[in-house]
């Protein structure tokens, strides 16, 4: 497989915490409801995942936000349950409403029936990610993405989403050993999963840990985090051009327990809007030509529903709380990637993101000329 | 006003960082759905806030926890809406619904047209507490409470619980001084609020601020923290009895600002299952002789779907994570009241809270013998 060049590494120096001219920005679920001609798209496509499972609909809907913004990196279109539907959990997503698994797993028996899927129910999803990469033509970097062990674990159990997490709970307080059993298969899963992925042409992959942040202490560390690691542990380290392939792991909520996210064998750390990107360099971020992560994230995702003005200022702020980039292009330093904190809410204006898009860029030129 | 002396002061003991023969125990929302005795009362009642408003249903509720289980202390029985509700917002629960404002404040105009509510509009709650307060004749301590500012603000311009807080957060962005203007408000009736409840025979008060985890690093300092400051700054500090009134502050997801949180003028500090206890309380808790805050919290409610001997388990963990407690009669020092991470779910056995309940006093009367 050859595809062309990179004309915009600056995502990828990023995460490899080397300098860049800028800071660069991408943002979670960028390709979806708030744009027009995603909603076209998906109205082409009947469902959402006769959209997902579409080559030339991901392909459309995944460059989409890139013709509209000068965003850095793109993202993989598809869903973070992709994998337990391969597992034979039955997805299905319902009019206005979120995912939902016909066969959610609740007894002993239907944990002992769970095995890693093969890999070839999944193919539409490596398809999509060959065709990308062919379609960006070089422009920017292509993201490939799962769910964390624990998030997958969460919706194969509560069988839709959950606001108290009470069947999932009940499951790893009352019987850990069936919990860790689905655990290590969901770990096992998305590491193939994540590799396949690379092998298609992905030159960055993320872990989604959506709800690592409903754990309590302790059960964090042992329900989410370890398996987090299991799949790090087994990811391919070079893409299929033989670049470096970064890993970025994002806990929603799980800034408590960053300064033990730090010991992930990963390059990137995501952050919530919670956290102080300031104090979280000074924890995890390292010094120049030291050990480090680099940081992603922050701004809170409600900040796109003020005017430009104010949008214009919260970037300032949230560059300004990581600080000044490191700008040595000889060695290694703490680096920042612009993000949300969690993914783009549907009822966004677009124009607001071409807003906060260009205010990254010029803010963070402007730092680094200072 | 004469009330009977107080049998069992543990949970006042420990709110002032006294020593106490084992760790005081009761639970956010312990009187609620999952007692069946709850849900007769209800029904008579015919709505919550029939309930809520009926001083001989409000009595009888707060007070059945208590015939079954051994707890250190009573809360009123109350919504933290009521204080909006007086303002003329017209507060209602649909049947299996959250709570709703029929006017919710989303313009320049309605919050031009807040002020502090006449607390004549709140007697029924002053009322409650008196009439629990007799009730209790001495065997606990009475707790009342209010929303945080924030937290009213969040209802107030929602109209009703969110997932996304983008109607308020909108307002935040892009007015702010709306917002300030909104809390300040809010700060100065939840005031009056709570004193009026200490005036009726409130022996604690507790600031519930639900949703301060919601918000970004910085606007939760500006909009919650402070404005919670400026209730603090405000309330009595004795009761009708001349004793000292403990005032708590629970944030939820708040573990991030712990540290902020310390220079609070309040005794105790609330936290969620998400904070390491030990963390917490070598950050916060003090040393014997020193200053520093009364620690409460912090186990899943969660943990009470599984059986007993995990639920004891689970005690011991949260016991042993706080650690050994002080045990000098002479001064005060490191306390940890225990209590639930959030309020305890409708669905949960009746029976497990008893397990509960009897670990916590078990395993803390075992740890200080040791």
Redesign the interface.
């Known amino acids: 497989m050859t595809f062309q060049p990179l004309q915009n590494d600056s995502f990828l120096r990023a995460c490899m915490r080397q300098a860049t001219p800028h800071t660069p920005v991408w943002l979670m679920r960028q390709a979806g409801r708030y744009l027009p001609e995603y909603v076209a798209t998906r109205a082409k496509a009947g469902s959402f995942m006769g959209l997902a499972t579409n080559v030339d609909y991901a392909t459309e809907v995944t460059l989409q936000p890139l013709e509209r913004y000068p965003l850095d990196a793109a993202i993989l279109f598809s869903d973070i349950l992709t994998v337990p539907d391969a597992m034979g959990l039955g997805l299905s997503f319902a009019q206005g409403e979120g995912p939902r698994f016909a066969s959610p797993v609740r007894t002993e028996a239907a944990v002992a029936q769970l095995a890693v899927p093969d890999m070839h129910k999944l193919q539409y999803v490596f398809d999509a990610v060959h065709s990308i990469r062919k379609a960006l033509n070089g422009r920017v970097p292509l993201i490939g993405f799962s769910g964390s062990p624990w998030t997958l674990a969460c919706y194969m159990v509560e069988g839709a989403g959950s606001?108290?997490?009470?069947l999932v709970?009940?499951m790893?307080?009352?019987r850990p050993d069936l919990m860790h059993r689905m655990l290590a298969i969901n770990a096992d899963s998305v590491a193939a999963y994540l590799n396949a992925q690379i092998d298609a042409g992905a030159q960055a992959v993320m872990i989604f840990d959506s709800w690592g942040?409903v754990?309590?202490?302790?059960?964090?560390q042992e329900f989410s985090l370890a398996y987090t690691a299991r799949v790090l542990a087994q990811l391919k380290r070079t893409g299929v051009d033989g670049a470096v392939v970064p890993r970025l792991v994002f806990t929603k909520?799980g800034?408590?327990w960053l300064g033990q996210m730090a010991a992930l064998d990963c390059e990137v750390l995501g952050l919530d809007?919670?956290?102080?990107?300031g104090g979280a360099r000074a924890l995890v971020g390292g010094n120049v030509g030291g050990p480090g992560k680099a940081l992603q994230g922050?701004?809170?995702p409600?900040?796109l529903?003020?005017?430009p003005a104010?949008i214009d200022t919260?970037v300032q702020?949230v560059l300004n709380?990581f600080g000044q980039p490191h700008t040595d292009n000889q060695r290694s330093g703490p680096t920042h990637i612009f993000n949300l904190?969690h993914g783009i809410?549907q009822?966004t204006p677009p124009e607001h993101v071409a807003a906060l898009v260009e205010a990254v860029h010029r803010h963070s030129k402007a730092m680094r000329a200072t």
Chains 1, 2 share one sequence.
């Open positions: 606001d108290d997490y009470r709970k009940t790893l307080y009352s942040g754990l309590a202490d302790a059960a964090f909520g800034g408590l809007w919670t956290v102080n990107l922050n701004i809170d409600n900040v529903f003020a005017p104010q919260e702020r709380s904190g809410s009822y």
